[in-house]
């Protein structure tokens, strides 16, 4: 791998939307009339568009709202949305795959790490605003941060949200830079600050997450980000990405690879860190 190539975040990309979501809730870009937040229920948007048979699952997805997709509560048992999972279904059906799959648990009391709360967030993003999620993050971030080179497909006609982003490792170090200095690159407030400083506070713990080994022990979320030991948050990505930050020591580490075993990229930094 060098830098003048591409190289896939996987779930880093779901960073992008928490940031995107941030800066459409500063404008108070308006849905249906109202301006948007954290409050705003998801369903309504997407109404029109969805076709959810299975009744018990509708009554909870009425229930979801843009803070139940940040925090990866909307009730789903576990993953069922990564590549493995949807590789034989045509992208444009993805929405109902999603919507019409078992969701077991009430929203907002249980976490389980999934797919498909960035996708949703994408799909709504779109028919609130009539703006592919991509091409937003692309006026109002990447140009922002002189980002002129990536790729990131469609699920279908929407933006993947939650993976298929790909950057160079000094792009992707950009995005860290975000994160690290509360939403500032090169003294321009890119993502309102009072937004981020949301993002990487401990918005709920999560005890089926934590690997006391591990060097980065998931301890909690905020949105799209985890809270793990003596202030480093960290986002990660399958095969080996990563962005990690300290705000207290001013740490910032960026890490692209392809490497299955996601504990040996960090137990690099074991004795350094």
């Known amino acids: 791998y060098r830098d003048n190539k591409l190289h896939e975040l996987r779930s880093c990309s779901k960073l992008l939307v928490s940031m995107a979501i941030g800066i459409a809730i500063d404008r108070k870009m308006k849905v249906s009339g109202k301006a948007i937040s954290l409050d705003t229920e998801i369903y309504p948007v997407i109404e029109k568009i969805v076709d959810i048979r299975n009744e018990d699952n509708l009554l909870k997805i009425k229930k979801w709202t843009i803070r139940t997709l940040l925090t990866h509560t909307t009730g789903y048992e576990s993953q069922m949305m990564s590549e493995k999972y949807i590789e034989n279904i045509d992208e444009n059906k993805l929405l109902d795959y999603a919507l019409n799959y078992d969701i077991p648990y009430e929203p907002n009391e249980r976490y389980a790490y999934n ?28 140009k922002k941060l002189n980002i002129l080179e990536f790729k990131w497909d469609n699920y279908g006609i929407y933006c993947p949200g939650a993976t298929g982003l790909y950057l160079k490792h000094s792009d992707f170090h950009k995005i860290g830079k975000l994160l690290l200095n509360d939403g500032i690159f090169n003294g321009v407030e890119v993502i309102p600050k009072w937004w981020m400083n949301e993002v990487t506070k401990l918005q709920l713990e999560t005890p089926s997450a934590y690997k006391k080994d591990r060097l980065f022990p998931k301890i909690g979320i905020g949105y799209y980000v985890f809270i793990s030991r003596d202030g480093f948050i ?23 690879s392809t490497e299955e075993k996601m504990k040996n990229v960090t137990e690099i930094f074991r004795n350094i860190i």
């Open 234 to 256: 960290f986002r990660d990505g399958a095969n080996g990405q990563y962005i990690i930050i300290n705000k207290d020591n001013d740490i910032l580490i960026t890490i692209m």
């Open 115 to 142: 797919n498909v709360e960035p996708f949703v967030l994408s799909v709504f993003f779109q028919e609130a605003f009539n703006m592919n999620l991509k091409d937003f993050i692309n006026e109002n971030i990447f």
